[in-house]
Protein backbone atom coordinates (compact mmCIF):
# COMPACT_ATOMS: atom_id res chain seq x y z
CA UNK A 1 0.00 0.00 0.00
CA UNK A 2 1.22 3.24 -1.12
CA UNK A 3 1.14 6.20 1.86
CA UNK A 4 0.86 9.70 0.54
CA UNK A 5 3.36 11.82 2.90
CA UNK A 6 2.48 15.25 3.25
CA UNK A 7 3.52 18.12 1.27
CA UNK A 8 5.57 19.72 3.66
CA UNK A 9 8.02 17.21 4.74
CA UNK A 10 11.02 16.50 2.95
CA UNK A 11 12.14 13.27 1.88
CA UNK A 12 13.62 11.76 5.62
CA UNK A 13 9.99 12.83 6.66
CA UNK A 14 11.08 15.94 8.45
CA UNK A 15 8.91 18.96 8.23
CA UNK A 16 9.61 21.98 6.31
CA UNK A 17 10.01 25.16 8.83
CA UNK A 18 8.54 28.23 7.53
CA UNK A 19 8.74 32.28 9.08
CA UNK A 20 6.24 34.35 8.55
CA UNK A 21 6.84 38.27 8.55
CA UNK A 22 5.69 39.81 11.49
CA UNK A 23 3.59 42.61 10.13
CA UNK A 24 0.99 40.33 8.11
CA UNK A 25 -2.24 40.49 9.74
CA UNK A 26 -2.94 38.03 12.67
CA UNK A 27 -6.03 36.78 11.00
CA UNK A 28 -3.64 35.84 8.01
CA UNK A 29 -0.47 34.49 10.21
CA UNK A 30 -3.06 32.61 12.01
CA UNK A 31 -4.52 30.74 8.82
CA UNK A 32 -0.75 30.71 7.36
CA UNK A 33 -0.11 27.80 10.38
CA UNK A 34 -3.24 26.16 10.78
CA UNK A 35 -2.76 25.32 6.69
CA UNK A 36 0.84 24.81 7.24
CA UNK A 37 0.50 22.43 10.08
CA UNK A 38 -2.38 20.58 8.12
CA UNK A 39 0.26 19.83 5.31
CA UNK A 40 3.03 18.76 7.38
CA UNK A 41 5.17 21.81 7.62
CA UNK A 42 5.89 24.08 11.06
CA UNK A 43 5.86 27.49 11.71
CA UNK A 44 9.21 28.94 13.31
CA UNK A 45 9.22 32.35 15.41
CA UNK A 46 12.91 33.00 13.88
CA UNK A 47 14.05 32.72 10.48
CA UNK A 48 15.20 29.11 9.37
CA UNK A 49 18.95 28.21 7.92
CA UNK A 50 16.58 26.11 5.53
CA UNK A 51 13.00 26.54 4.78
CA UNK A 52 10.62 29.06 3.85
CA UNK A 53 10.65 33.28 4.67
CA UNK A 54 6.69 34.05 3.81
CA UNK A 55 6.81 37.55 3.18
CA UNK A 56 4.03 40.46 1.90
CA UNK A 57 5.54 41.42 -1.48
CA UNK A 58 6.02 45.66 -1.93
CA UNK A 59 6.41 46.36 2.01
CA UNK A 60 9.65 47.45 3.51
CA UNK A 61 9.07 44.89 5.82
CA UNK A 62 10.01 42.36 3.14
CA UNK A 63 12.58 44.51 1.37
CA UNK A 64 14.52 44.43 5.04
CA UNK A 65 14.07 40.91 5.40
CA UNK A 66 15.32 40.00 1.98
CA UNK A 67 18.54 42.50 2.55
CA UNK A 68 19.20 40.94 6.07
CA UNK A 69 18.77 37.27 5.40
CA UNK A 70 19.11 36.35 1.67
CA UNK A 71 22.73 35.14 1.04
CA UNK A 72 24.37 33.14 -1.38
CA UNK A 73 26.04 31.05 1.24
CA UNK A 74 22.16 30.12 2.38
CA UNK A 75 20.78 28.88 -1.02
CA UNK A 76 18.44 26.30 0.99
CA UNK A 77 16.39 29.78 2.25
CA UNK A 78 13.63 30.55 -0.17
CA UNK A 79 11.54 33.93 0.06
CA UNK A 80 8.08 33.47 -1.12
CA UNK A 81 4.64 36.07 -1.03
CA UNK A 82 2.37 34.13 1.64
CA UNK A 83 0.13 32.85 -0.74
CA UNK A 84 2.59 30.03 -1.57
CA UNK A 85 1.29 28.08 1.35
CA UNK A 86 -2.19 28.31 -0.70
CA UNK A 87 -0.80 27.66 -4.35
CA UNK A 88 0.75 24.58 -2.85
CA UNK A 89 -2.14 23.57 -1.47
CA UNK A 90 -4.09 23.57 -5.02
CA UNK A 91 -1.12 22.00 -6.89
CA UNK A 92 -1.32 19.10 -4.32
CA UNK A 93 2.42 19.45 -4.41
CA UNK A 94 5.45 21.73 -2.77
CA UNK A 95 6.11 24.29 -5.44
CA UNK A 96 9.97 23.74 -6.38
CA UNK A 97 11.80 26.54 -6.35
CA UNK A 98 13.51 26.24 -10.16
CA UNK A 99 13.67 30.32 -10.87
CA UNK A 100 16.76 30.76 -8.19
CA UNK A 101 20.47 30.32 -9.25
CA UNK A 102 23.13 30.85 -6.89
CA UNK A 103 20.79 31.10 -4.33
CA UNK A 104 19.14 34.28 -5.49
CA UNK A 105 16.07 34.79 -7.99
CA UNK A 106 16.04 34.96 -11.72
CA UNK A 107 14.98 38.69 -12.44
CA UNK A 108 12.65 38.63 -15.35
CA UNK A 109 10.67 41.57 -16.87
CA UNK A 110 7.09 41.04 -18.20
CA UNK A 111 6.98 42.68 -21.49
CA UNK A 112 3.34 45.20 -22.11
CA UNK A 113 2.79 43.06 -24.80
CA UNK A 114 1.38 40.96 -22.53
CA UNK A 115 -1.75 43.24 -22.61
CA UNK A 116 -4.43 41.17 -20.43
CA UNK A 117 -4.51 42.08 -17.17
CA UNK A 118 -5.42 39.38 -14.82
CA UNK A 119 -3.17 37.29 -17.50
CA UNK A 120 -0.21 39.29 -15.93
CA UNK A 121 -0.88 39.41 -12.43
CA UNK A 122 -1.27 35.42 -12.50
CA UNK A 123 1.84 35.06 -14.42
CA UNK A 124 3.71 37.23 -11.55
CA UNK A 125 2.47 35.36 -9.02
CA UNK A 126 3.43 31.92 -10.66
CA UNK A 127 6.97 33.31 -11.20
CA UNK A 128 7.24 34.48 -7.41
CA UNK A 129 6.40 31.13 -6.24
CA UNK A 130 8.70 29.22 -8.23
CA UNK A 131 11.56 31.59 -6.63
CA UNK A 132 11.60 34.01 -9.38
CA UNK A 133 11.31 38.04 -9.40
CA UNK A 134 8.96 39.38 -12.10
CA UNK A 135 9.50 43.17 -10.82
CA UNK A 136 12.80 43.89 -13.46
CA UNK A 137 13.81 46.32 -15.67
CA UNK A 138 14.02 45.06 -19.38
CA UNK A 139 17.55 45.89 -19.15
CA UNK A 140 18.42 44.17 -15.80
CA UNK A 141 16.25 41.37 -16.28
CA UNK A 142 17.90 37.75 -17.37
CA UNK A 143 14.44 36.70 -19.14
CA UNK A 144 12.26 38.94 -21.07
CA UNK A 145 8.30 37.35 -21.37
CA UNK A 146 6.37 38.68 -24.21
CA UNK A 147 3.21 37.12 -26.25
CA UNK A 148 5.15 35.19 -29.52
CA UNK A 149 1.91 36.73 -31.57
CA UNK A 150 2.68 40.03 -31.68
CA UNK A 151 5.26 41.63 -33.83
CA UNK A 152 7.21 43.12 -31.05
CA UNK A 153 8.07 39.65 -30.30
CA UNK A 154 10.23 39.00 -32.67
CA UNK A 155 11.67 42.43 -32.30
CA UNK A 156 12.50 41.13 -29.16
CA UNK A 157 14.24 38.35 -30.13
CA UNK A 158 16.46 39.66 -32.86
CA UNK A 159 17.63 42.53 -30.36
CA UNK A 160 18.48 40.45 -27.62
CA UNK A 161 19.68 37.39 -29.08
CA UNK A 162 23.14 38.42 -29.60
CA UNK A 163 22.98 39.40 -26.07
CA UNK A 164 25.03 36.66 -23.96
CA UNK A 165 22.92 35.00 -20.99
CA UNK A 166 19.98 37.24 -22.22
CA UNK A 167 16.46 35.16 -22.71
CA UNK A 168 13.61 35.83 -25.15
CA UNK A 169 10.77 33.66 -24.00
CA UNK A 170 6.82 33.37 -24.61
CA UNK A 171 4.74 34.14 -21.26
CA UNK A 172 3.68 30.24 -21.99
CA UNK A 173 7.35 28.80 -21.01
CA UNK A 174 6.74 29.75 -17.54
CA UNK A 175 4.08 27.19 -16.95
CA UNK A 176 6.30 24.32 -18.95
CA UNK A 177 9.03 25.20 -16.40
CA UNK A 178 6.89 25.14 -13.76
CA UNK A 179 5.29 21.73 -14.67
CA UNK A 180 9.11 20.20 -15.64
CA UNK A 181 9.98 21.19 -12.49
CA UNK A 182 13.59 22.63 -14.08
CA UNK A 183 14.19 25.60 -15.35
CA UNK A 184 15.00 24.96 -19.60
CA UNK A 185 15.25 27.72 -21.89
CA UNK A 186 13.90 26.99 -25.52
CA UNK A 187 17.47 26.02 -27.14
CA UNK A 188 18.91 27.43 -30.32
CA UNK A 189 19.48 25.59 -33.62
CA UNK A 190 21.85 26.08 -36.20
CA UNK A 191 20.75 27.92 -39.31
CA UNK A 192 22.93 27.36 -42.21
CA UNK A 193 24.07 30.92 -43.29
CA UNK A 194 24.94 29.84 -46.69
CA UNK A 195 28.08 29.26 -48.67
CA UNK A 196 30.13 26.62 -48.58
CA UNK A 197 31.55 24.87 -45.08
CA UNK A 198 35.17 24.60 -44.54
CA UNK A 199 37.04 21.86 -46.58
CA UNK A 200 33.63 21.51 -48.85
CA UNK A 201 34.54 21.25 -52.44
CA UNK A 202 33.28 22.91 -55.40
CA UNK A 203 31.54 20.43 -58.21
CA UNK A 204 33.84 20.45 -60.66
CA UNK A 205 32.99 21.13 -64.54
CA UNK A 206 33.88 18.19 -66.88
CA UNK A 207 34.17 18.36 -70.60
CA UNK A 208 31.00 16.67 -70.81
CA UNK A 209 29.35 20.01 -68.62
CA UNK A 210 31.10 22.20 -71.05
CA UNK A 211 30.10 19.96 -74.47
CA UNK A 212 26.39 20.29 -72.71
CA UNK A 213 26.22 24.42 -71.93
CA UNK A 214 27.70 25.09 -75.59
CA UNK A 215 24.99 23.00 -77.09
CA UNK A 216 22.59 24.80 -74.89
CA UNK A 217 24.07 28.48 -76.22
CA UNK A 218 24.27 27.46 -79.58
CA UNK A 219 20.73 26.28 -80.22
CA UNK A 220 19.60 29.54 -77.77
CA UNK A 221 22.03 32.11 -79.26
CA UNK A 222 23.95 30.62 -82.43
CA UNK A 223 25.56 34.31 -83.00
CA UNK A 224 27.06 35.88 -80.76
CA UNK A 225 26.62 39.35 -82.25
CA UNK A 226 23.07 39.16 -81.29
CA UNK A 227 24.55 39.35 -77.64
CA UNK A 228 22.57 37.94 -74.60
CA UNK A 229 25.42 35.18 -73.82
CA UNK A 230 26.03 36.57 -70.74
CA UNK A 231 22.99 37.61 -69.38
CA UNK A 232 21.27 36.09 -65.99
CA UNK A 233 17.59 34.94 -68.07
CA UNK A 234 19.44 32.63 -70.54
CA UNK A 235 20.77 30.35 -68.13
CA UNK A 236 18.16 30.56 -65.61
CA UNK A 237 16.06 28.86 -68.38
CA UNK A 238 18.61 26.49 -68.77
CA UNK A 239 17.91 25.53 -64.95
CA UNK A 240 13.89 25.41 -65.44
CA UNK A 241 15.00 22.86 -68.08
CA UNK A 242 15.75 20.17 -64.92
CA UNK A 243 12.64 18.21 -64.85
CA UNK A 244 13.17 16.92 -68.70
CA UNK A 245 15.48 13.86 -68.55
CA UNK A 246 17.65 15.19 -71.62
CA UNK A 247 18.58 18.03 -69.59
CA UNK A 248 19.36 15.86 -66.21
CA UNK A 249 23.03 17.07 -66.36
CA UNK A 250 21.75 20.45 -65.07
CA UNK A 251 21.48 19.96 -61.50
CA UNK A 252 25.68 19.58 -61.41
CA UNK A 253 25.90 23.02 -61.02
CA UNK A 254 23.24 26.22 -60.12
CA UNK A 255 22.35 29.35 -63.12
CA UNK A 256 24.98 31.30 -61.68
CA UNK A 257 27.66 28.97 -61.76
CA UNK A 258 27.07 27.72 -65.36
CA UNK A 259 27.28 31.61 -66.33
CA UNK A 260 30.28 32.30 -64.61
CA UNK A 261 31.34 29.24 -66.36
CA UNK A 262 30.84 30.74 -69.86
CA UNK A 263 32.29 34.29 -68.75
CA UNK A 264 35.53 33.25 -67.42
CA UNK A 265 35.91 30.99 -70.56
CA UNK A 266 34.23 32.99 -73.27
CA UNK A 267 36.88 32.71 -75.85
CA UNK A 268 37.15 29.14 -76.01
CA UNK A 269 33.90 28.27 -75.00
CA UNK A 270 33.18 30.62 -78.52
CA UNK A 271 34.96 28.70 -80.82
CA UNK A 272 33.13 25.19 -79.81
CA UNK A 273 29.82 27.35 -80.29
CA UNK A 274 30.78 28.11 -83.25
CA UNK A 275 31.84 24.67 -84.88
CA UNK A 276 28.13 23.29 -83.40
CA UNK A 277 26.77 26.40 -85.19
CA UNK A 278 29.05 25.11 -88.50
CA UNK A 279 26.87 21.63 -88.50
CA UNK A 280 23.86 23.25 -87.86
CA UNK A 281 23.66 25.83 -89.83
CA UNK A 282 20.71 27.23 -87.77
CA UNK A 283 18.89 30.15 -89.37
CA UNK A 284 18.21 33.52 -87.36
CA UNK A 285 15.18 33.89 -86.03
CA UNK A 286 14.72 30.12 -86.02
CA UNK A 287 11.48 29.09 -83.40
CA UNK A 288 13.59 28.71 -79.85
CA UNK A 289 16.20 30.69 -79.97
CA UNK A 290 16.52 33.39 -77.20
CA UNK A 291 15.48 36.69 -77.93
CA UNK A 292 13.03 35.92 -80.40
CA UNK A 293 9.39 36.40 -79.76
CA UNK A 294 5.98 35.75 -81.63
CA UNK A 295 4.78 38.97 -83.66
CA UNK A 296 1.88 40.45 -82.39
CA UNK A 297 -1.33 40.13 -84.38
CA UNK A 298 -2.29 43.09 -85.96
CA UNK A 299 -5.31 44.99 -85.11
CA UNK A 300 -7.52 46.65 -86.96
CA UNK A 301 -7.64 50.49 -86.67
CA UNK A 302 -10.41 52.30 -85.52
CA UNK A 303 -12.13 54.84 -87.58
CA UNK A 304 -11.86 57.98 -86.35
CA UNK A 305 -15.39 59.74 -85.01
CA UNK A 306 -16.09 62.45 -87.51
CA UNK A 307 -16.28 65.89 -85.47
CA UNK A 308 -19.45 67.87 -85.28
CA UNK A 309 -19.02 71.00 -87.54
CA UNK A 310 -19.38 74.21 -85.41
CA UNK A 311 -22.52 75.18 -86.80
CA UNK A 312 -23.83 72.49 -85.10
CA UNK A 313 -21.84 72.44 -81.95
CA UNK A 314 -22.90 76.16 -81.57
CA UNK A 315 -26.05 74.87 -81.79
CA UNK A 316 -25.95 72.55 -79.11
CA UNK A 317 -24.37 74.55 -77.21
CA UNK A 318 -27.26 77.56 -77.37
CA UNK A 319 -30.30 74.82 -77.12
CA UNK A 320 -30.37 72.50 -74.34
CA UNK A 321 -32.62 70.61 -72.70
CA UNK A 322 -32.55 70.08 -68.75
CA UNK A 323 -34.38 67.55 -67.29
CA UNK A 324 -36.25 64.50 -68.13
CA UNK A 325 -39.91 63.57 -68.56
CA UNK A 326 -41.47 60.71 -66.99
CA UNK A 327 -44.93 59.53 -66.26
CA UNK A 328 -43.37 59.09 -62.54
CA UNK A 329 -41.10 61.73 -62.40
CA UNK A 330 -42.40 65.49 -60.89
CA UNK A 331 -39.36 67.22 -62.37
CA UNK A 332 -40.03 69.69 -65.18
CA UNK A 333 -37.80 69.94 -67.88
CA UNK A 334 -36.35 73.46 -68.80
CA UNK A 335 -35.43 74.54 -71.88
CA UNK A 336 -32.38 76.86 -71.92
CA UNK A 337 -30.84 79.08 -74.88
CA UNK A 338 -27.65 80.06 -74.61
CA UNK A 339 -27.29 83.76 -73.75
CA UNK A 340 -24.07 84.72 -75.15
CA UNK A 341 -24.01 87.44 -78.10
CA UNK A 342 -24.73 86.65 -81.28
CA UNK A 343 -22.01 88.14 -83.92
CA UNK A 344 -23.14 91.03 -85.71
CA UNK A 345 -23.94 90.31 -89.29
CA UNK A 346 -26.44 90.66 -92.23
CA UNK A 347 -29.66 88.53 -91.08
CA UNK A 348 -30.04 85.02 -93.24
CA UNK A 349 -32.92 86.11 -94.26
CA UNK A 350 -31.77 89.33 -95.78
CA UNK A 351 -29.56 87.16 -97.74
CA UNK A 352 -31.42 84.70 -98.88
CA UNK A 353 -33.61 88.01 -100.24
CA UNK A 354 -30.96 89.16 -102.17
CA UNK A 355 -30.08 85.92 -103.49
CA UNK A 356 -33.57 84.90 -104.77
CA UNK A 357 -33.93 85.07 -108.63
CA UNK A 358 -36.79 87.39 -108.84
CA UNK A 359 -34.43 90.17 -107.85
CA UNK A 360 -30.96 89.81 -109.52
CA UNK A 361 -28.93 92.97 -110.03
CA UNK A 362 -29.58 94.78 -113.51
CA UNK A 363 -26.42 93.99 -115.46
CA UNK A 364 -24.73 96.40 -117.65
CA UNK A 365 -26.72 97.64 -120.58
CA UNK A 366 -29.97 96.71 -119.41
CA UNK A 367 -31.67 99.77 -118.91
CA UNK A 368 -35.19 100.14 -119.03
CA UNK A 369 -37.60 102.48 -119.72
CA UNK A 370 -40.18 101.36 -117.20
CA UNK A 371 -38.36 101.55 -114.35
CA UNK A 372 -36.01 105.47 -116.04
CA UNK A 373 -35.28 107.80 -113.63
CA UNK A 374 -36.75 111.80 -113.82
CA UNK A 375 -33.44 113.87 -114.55
CA UNK A 376 -33.10 117.43 -113.72
CA UNK A 377 -35.91 119.51 -114.41
CA UNK A 378 -37.36 117.26 -117.02
CA UNK A 379 -41.35 115.31 -116.54
CA UNK A 380 -41.74 112.52 -114.35
CA UNK A 381 -41.52 109.05 -115.71
CA UNK A 382 -44.38 107.60 -116.45
CA UNK A 383 -44.19 105.24 -113.70
CA UNK A 384 -44.09 108.27 -111.13
CA UNK A 385 -47.37 109.85 -112.80
CA UNK A 386 -50.85 109.53 -110.62
CA UNK A 387 -53.90 108.44 -112.06
CA UNK A 388 -56.23 110.82 -112.41
CA UNK A 389 -58.55 108.43 -109.91
CA UNK A 390 -55.83 108.77 -107.10
CA UNK A 391 -55.44 112.53 -107.43
CA UNK A 392 -58.98 113.46 -107.44
CA UNK A 393 -59.33 111.09 -104.01
CA UNK A 394 -56.67 112.86 -103.12
CA UNK A 395 -58.18 115.95 -103.27
CA UNK A 396 -61.28 114.92 -101.07
CA UNK A 397 -61.15 115.26 -97.47
CA UNK A 398 -60.10 112.24 -95.32
CA UNK A 399 -62.93 110.64 -93.02
CA UNK A 400 -61.61 109.91 -89.71
CA UNK A 401 -60.98 105.66 -89.57
CA UNK A 402 -61.92 103.30 -86.83
CA UNK A 403 -59.04 102.19 -84.82
CA UNK A 404 -60.41 98.56 -86.25
CA UNK A 405 -59.92 99.59 -89.82
CA UNK A 406 -56.69 100.98 -88.89
CA UNK A 407 -55.36 97.67 -87.76
CA UNK A 408 -56.24 95.89 -90.24
CA UNK A 409 -55.22 98.13 -93.12
CA UNK A 410 -52.08 98.23 -90.95
CA UNK A 411 -51.73 94.95 -90.83
CA UNK A 412 -52.62 94.11 -94.91
CA UNK A 413 -49.85 96.44 -95.45
CA UNK A 414 -47.32 95.12 -92.92
CA UNK A 415 -47.92 91.19 -94.72
CA UNK A 416 -47.77 92.67 -98.18
CA UNK A 417 -43.95 93.63 -97.32
CA UNK A 418 -43.07 90.85 -95.21
CA UNK A 419 -40.66 88.12 -97.34
CA UNK A 420 -41.89 84.79 -97.69
CA UNK A 421 -38.78 83.33 -94.88
CA UNK A 422 -39.74 85.84 -92.35
CA UNK A 423 -43.85 84.83 -93.28
CA UNK A 424 -42.88 81.11 -93.08
CA UNK A 425 -41.27 82.03 -89.50
CA UNK A 426 -44.10 84.57 -88.12
CA UNK A 427 -46.75 81.08 -88.91
CA UNK A 428 -44.26 78.28 -86.39
CA UNK A 429 -44.48 81.23 -83.79
CA UNK A 430 -47.84 81.19 -84.01
CA UNK A 431 -48.49 77.79 -84.68
CA UNK A 432 -46.12 76.62 -81.54
CA UNK A 433 -46.77 79.83 -79.59
CA UNK A 434 -43.38 80.77 -79.39
CA UNK A 435 -41.89 84.75 -79.61
CA UNK A 436 -40.90 85.60 -83.43
CA UNK A 437 -37.51 86.44 -82.07
CA UNK A 438 -36.96 83.23 -80.28
CA UNK A 439 -37.57 81.40 -83.87
CA UNK A 440 -35.92 83.50 -85.38
CA UNK A 441 -32.86 83.26 -83.32
CA UNK A 442 -32.99 79.59 -84.00
CA UNK A 443 -33.29 79.72 -87.48
CA UNK A 444 -30.66 82.09 -88.09
CA UNK A 445 -28.48 79.81 -86.40
CA UNK A 446 -28.73 76.64 -88.29
CA UNK A 447 -30.36 78.22 -91.60
CA UNK A 448 -32.75 75.21 -92.08
CA UNK A 449 -36.96 76.10 -92.25
CA UNK A 450 -37.70 72.42 -91.79
CA UNK A 451 -35.05 71.86 -89.02
CA UNK A 452 -36.82 75.13 -87.21
CA UNK A 453 -40.26 73.86 -87.26
CA UNK A 454 -39.64 70.04 -86.10
CA UNK A 455 -37.83 71.99 -82.87
CA UNK A 456 -40.38 74.06 -82.08
CA UNK A 457 -42.75 71.06 -82.40
CA UNK A 458 -41.06 69.06 -80.16
CA UNK A 459 -40.73 71.98 -77.80
CA UNK A 460 -44.36 72.53 -78.04
CA UNK A 461 -44.93 68.54 -77.28
CA UNK A 462 -42.92 68.44 -74.00
CA UNK A 463 -44.36 71.68 -72.76
CA UNK A 464 -48.35 70.11 -73.21
CA UNK A 465 -46.85 67.03 -71.93
CA UNK A 466 -45.72 68.76 -68.87
CA UNK A 467 -49.39 70.42 -68.24
CA UNK A 468 -50.75 66.95 -68.85
CA UNK A 469 -48.82 65.68 -66.03
Same mark, same amino acid.
Given at each position: ?12 ? =? ?156 ? =? ?39 ? &??? %? ?31 ? %?????? %??? %? ?78 ? /? ?27 ? /? ?65 ? @?? &?????? @? ?12 ? @? ?5 ? &? ?6
Amino acid at each position: MHIVMPIFQDANG =LAIKFFIQKDIAQEIQAELCEVVASLGGRVEAKVPRQGYVLVQPGTAEEERLRLCWMAQDRPQRHFVPYTYVEACKIAGMQLKQIFVENGLPVKMHIHPSIANINARTTLSQRIMHSGGDPTSSPQSAKIILADPNTEVFQHLVKTYQSIPDKHVESY =LWVKKCVEKGSLVYTPLIYKNPGGRRPGEERTPFTEDDERH &LCE %WIAAKIPYKQTGGRTGNRLYQQLCEMIADPEYA %WVSRHT %WQS %WRERYKKNAMRLDAMIAQIVDQKKPVPGEQGQYGYVRQDEEKNKRPRKKRPKPAEQNLHKQEMIIGGISADSAEVPVIVF /DASPVKSGPSTSRALVRSSPAEEELEDGE /DSEEWAVRIGNEPPPKWGKRPASEESEAQKPRKRMKSSDADSIEGTSLDSGVHLIDRTLQEIATEYR @FT &LEEVKE @FYDQCGEMERTKIR @FHKMRQI &LSSIGES
